[in-house]
């Protein structure tokens, strides 16, 4: 089950993959289509998020950063 951990609020745009990246900021890439090369990746929204270990943080469908236990398999 996935816990809310920071409320952002981002708008999604379509053609684009959104991730919390290294830093614990919100980026986006252009997807690749069609043999086409996909995009640079861009800062959204710095957050500044400090990460745990064992745990995946991803963009929910509200556009808030959200975060579940990875599942060792």
Known sequence: MAKKVQKCGVKREA???????KQ???SRAKMARGGKAGG????????GLK???GYLYFLDKQGDISMAKMVNA
Not at 40 to 47: D, E, F, G, I, M
């Open 15 to 21: 053609g684009f993959l959104y991730y919390i990246d």
């Open 24 to 26: 614990g900021d919100i």
């Open 40 to 47: 640079k990746p861009t800062k959204v929204l710095k957050v």
């Open 51 to 53: 990460k745990e270990p």
